[in-house]
């Protein structure tokens, strides 16, 4: 999701209104519409998406997060009987990044989500950045065989440095941890007014993968309970984006707004068109529907990597004008 996309959409939407991302990953859109002055909701199952969505909104003392850091730097430097990187993920670090990296893990159980998400940034940064930046910021290539060292420390003062200045303090925003195909439990009912989001798309996109993973793994979290509830498994797709659908449906009004962007995917040699797929099994009517190819976008350069040249869609049920499906 590009940041400039939903600033543009969320800017034509009313200040007031509350907003829910029910699969918020790191937070883009919430990050947005605290922006605009919205009181937003996000919801993602994937904890670490979570803890870097409340990173980008929950409020913060600036000064004393940077002060705060450089304190806890000094102290992870002097620590004691530091325990050594997991052999997986080690493979991407110098030897003495990695130690660096683990000692910081330790003093972070104070951190604010603001330094925790800088702190998990700056970790793959620091993998790229071992292995001579030959790595995009969204793939990882092949591990270089003499790693580069890296100073952490100073690539997390940086990086903490370097985006708290877009800290906005709006109106706090909500993030849960949980399942959207639940949402219910936790968001009451008919109380959102727009949704707006981009769903996982079929198996497109592993959430616990490439540069998560070496991060799940630092942090000794269980990657594969983490994937379990995710949606992102191709057999199960249509039957768990149903039941999310449904479950959205109850925090919704009759005046709402729901604007999902999905794009094209290649199934077994057929296209699939999002736009198609959503429409067909929404719970809602006559969605408006506008197509883009991918222009100037991070997802251009996606599509370069794999091959592929597919379109955008935005879809937008209006349900003032649409209503609710009655079958
Ligand atoms: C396309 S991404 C959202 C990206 C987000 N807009 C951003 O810019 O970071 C889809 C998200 O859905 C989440 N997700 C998948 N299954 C989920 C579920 N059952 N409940 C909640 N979130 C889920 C994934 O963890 C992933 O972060």
């Given amino acids: 999701m590009s940041a400039l996309d939903a600033a543009h959409v969320i800017s034509q939407l009313s200040s007031k209104a509350v907003l829910l991302d029910p699969f918020c990953g790191t937070g883009t859109i919430i990050y947005e519409a605290q922006t605009h002055g919205m009181s937003a909701i996000g919801v993602d199952n994937n904890p ?21 850091l450089s304190s806890a730097i000094i102290d992870a430097s002097l620590l004691d009987n530091v325990p050594s990187m997991p052999d997986n993920p080690a493979k991407y670090f110098h030897s003495d990044t990695a130690d660096q990296i683990m000692r910081v893990l330790k003093v972070s159980t104070k951190f604010s989500s603001y330094l925790r998400a800088a702190f998990y940034g700056s970790i793959c940064v620091a993998a790229r950045a071992c292995n001579g930046w030959l790595w995009t910021s969204t793939s990882i290539g092949r591990i270089n065989e ?9 690539t997390l003062l940086r990086k903490a440095k370097k985006h708290i200045d877009f800290m906005n303090n709006g109106p706090p925003a909500k993030i849960h941890a949980y399942d959207t195909r639940r949402i219910h439990e936790i968001i009451e009912e008919e109380s959102v007014d727009i949704v707006y ?4 798309y079929f198996d497109a996109l592993d959430y616990t993968g490439y540069y998560s993973k070496i991060v799940l793994e630092i942090l000794a ?8 509830g995710l949606i992102q498994n191709y057999s199960t797709y249509n039957e768990d984006m149903k039941q999310a659908l449904l479950a959205i449906d109850r925090v919704i009004h009759d ?9 094209d995917r290649k ?3 057929k296209l699939i068109k999002g ?3 959503f429409a067909e099994i929404a719970p809602w009517n006559h969605p408006y529907i506008v ?8 997802s251009r350069l996606w599509d370069k990597i794999n091959k592929t040249k597919r379109k955008e869609q935005i879809i937008v049920w209006n349900l003032a004008k649409g209503g609710r499906r009655s079958d």
């Fill in 48 to 68: 670490l998406a979570c803890i870097i969505a409340r990173g980008k909104t929950e409020p913060i003392d600036t000064r004393y997060e940077l002060d705060m």
């Fill in 146 to 154: 003499s790693l580069r060292k890296v100073d952490f420390y100073s």
């Fill in 197 to 200: 989001t981009s769903p996982p």
């Fill in 221 to 228: 979290m269980d990657r594969a309970s983490v994937r379990e």
């Fill in 255 to 263: 005046e709402s707004l729901v604007i999902f962007v999905v794009g």
């Fill in 267 to 269: 199934v077994r040699g």
């Fill in 275 to 277: 736009s198609d797929f």
């Fill in 291 to 298: 197509e883009r190819e991918y222009t100037n976008t991070a």
